[in-house]
């Protein structure tokens, strides 16, 4: 019966080729819209890390109070002391601490220009925790840390720069006049959103860094953050030549993660937090009733507001113009399905049931609505070829036309032609065979 009904929807499609056209050129608009969007919104609302994303928590003391934080929230980052607390209590499995640096690579030949370099400062647990990808060597060790040794990783493309895409572990490179020797040359490896040190780089989606080199090796040799710097009072500025100042101050610049796997370690951190706050408060230097945080992945990420505006935005108004496009196509199948009353009645006169009809006619629909997805498909990917003309080009080269936006696309096509198809199936089921037959006799 299904080849029956679509050898039928076809001879109709053949009958009404104006009207047919018509819609399917509204359904593949509508949904080539929406795919555009939806991918780059796909691509911002991505769990960047699903298989340990509740795992992962960024913890936040305030240290500024409630006459400056915002809404009562603690700040995003933490400052050095509290930083420096949270890493060395080990309450966690593994416990990270992250800021944005920038380092100049000296090449040994003279004659070459220096290379500027973004790079992360990290502490030893940072590769394990984010499942980073090695294509030679490895991190370093947490005795590193603490001898603040002058290692570095670095990305596949600052080696490939620099040594061909050889194995360079083991050997040096010049930073800012010191040399480091390298532990770990990284695979192709770019998280996206950058989720673990966007609050230290401004942009979830910015390029990857290039170097990571050991916390404790930073601070040592006083290397300011890049990243964002905020202070209560703003007093005090990270470029300023006394660095013990800022160590010492109550600025908030370094972003910490903690992995807690069970959900007993979540709660005990969460007491822990409190309880550290609180012993600030019993020592003089907070003011105020504890007040912490502790967010996983998934959470951060809405706390940063990750999704850009104009995605979401953009998403929005395909979706409703893929609406007005339905409306117009529910009349247009209306009038399609009325015209041929006359076939109807008929059909029915000889004993097609209503049941049969409905058929009939979502049948009609589903063709039309796979032919406005075929056509959808063509236009999703030559808007796909365009998108970084409307949204952020950070964002638009990561959006993919891949498998399953197409299938998505056909699925939404189709479907989106049965729901319209569904008013004017029903008014043509209402056909009355006994009027139309004396209608045309």
């Known amino acids: 019966m299904l080849a029956y009904y679509f050898d039928l929807a076809l001879r109709g499609c053949r009958r009404s080729k104006a009207l047919t056209a018509l819609v399917v050129v509204l359904m593949g608009c509508g949904v080539a819209t929406c795919m555009v969007t939806f991918a780059v919104f796909r691509v911002a609302a991505a769990d960047p890390i ?12 305030d240290n500024f109070g409630p006459a400056h934080n915002w809404k009562g929230e603690p700040p995003i980052l933490l400052s050095y ?11 966690a499995k593994r416990q990270v601490l992250i800021y944005g640096s920038k380092w100049t690579v000296l090449p040994d030949d003279a004659r070459q220009q220096p290379l500027p370099q973004e790079g992360d400062a990290v502490s030893s647990d940072f590769f394990a925790m984010f499942d980073a990808r090695f294509r030679y060597g490895g991190g370093w060790s947490a005795h590193d840390d603490d001898q603040r040794a ?90 300023l030549p006394d660095w013990s100042s800022v ?31 609180a012993e600030q408060q019993r020592l003089g230097r907070f003011a105020w009733s504890p007040n912490t945080g502790l967010s ?28 007005i496009c339905l409306v117009n196509v529910v009349g247009l199948m209306l009038a399609r399905f009325m015209r041929r009353a006359p076939e109807i009645g008929v059909r029915r006169a000889l004993g097609a049931s209503r049941g049969v009809i409905y058929r009939q006619f979502l049948v009609e629909a589903a063709v039309i609505g796979l032919a406005g997805g075929v ?7 030559l808007g796909m070829a365009g998108i970084g003309k409307v949204f952020e ?14 299938l998505l696309t056909v699925l939404v096509a189709v479907l989106a032609s049965l729901i319209a198809a569904l008013y004017p199936t029903w008014r043509a089921a209402q056909v009355q065979p006994a009027w139309q037959l004396k209608v045309n006799g």
């Not at 699903?50 to 003391?61: A, H, T």
């Not at 109550?250 to 069970?262: D, G, Q, R, S």
């Not at 080009?393 to 197409?406: F, I, K, Q, V, Y």
């Open 150 to 239: 002058a290692v570095v990783v670095i990305s596949s493309a600052l080696n490939q720069k620099l040594f061909g895409g050889a194995d360079s572990v083991g050997r040096e490179i010049n930073l800012d006049a010191h040399v480091y020797r390298i532990v770990g040359v990284l695979d192709e490896w770019e998280p996206r959103p950058r989720y673990f040190d966007m609050a230290s780089t401004f942009y979830a989606f910015s390029h990857p860094r290039q170097l990571y080199l050991p916390f404790s090796r930073a601070i040592d040799v006083r290397k300011a953050t890049t990243g964002q710097f905020y202070c209560s009072t703003n007093t005090v500025d990270p470029d």
């Open 81 to 91: 002391t509290d930083a420096q607390a949270l890493l060395h209590a080990r309450q």
């Open 247 to 277: 160590l010492r101050s109550e600025c908030a610049w370094i972003v910490a993660w903690v992995e807690l796997p069970a959900r007993a370690d979540v709660a005990r951190y969460r007491d822990w937090l409190r309880n550290y706050a």
């Open 393 to 406: 080009p950070e964002l638009a080269r990561l959006a993919r036309l891949d498998a399953s936006l197409l």
């Open 375 to 381: 056509l959808g498909l063509l236009l999703t990917a």
């Open 50 to 61: 699903p298989w340990k994303s509740g795992q992962l928590f960024v913890p936040q003391i």
């Open 296 to 323: 996983n992945v998934g959470q951060w990420l809405h706390v940063m507001k990750v999704v850009p505006k104009s995605s979401a935005l953009s998403l929005i108004v395909s979706v409703s113009f893929l609406l």
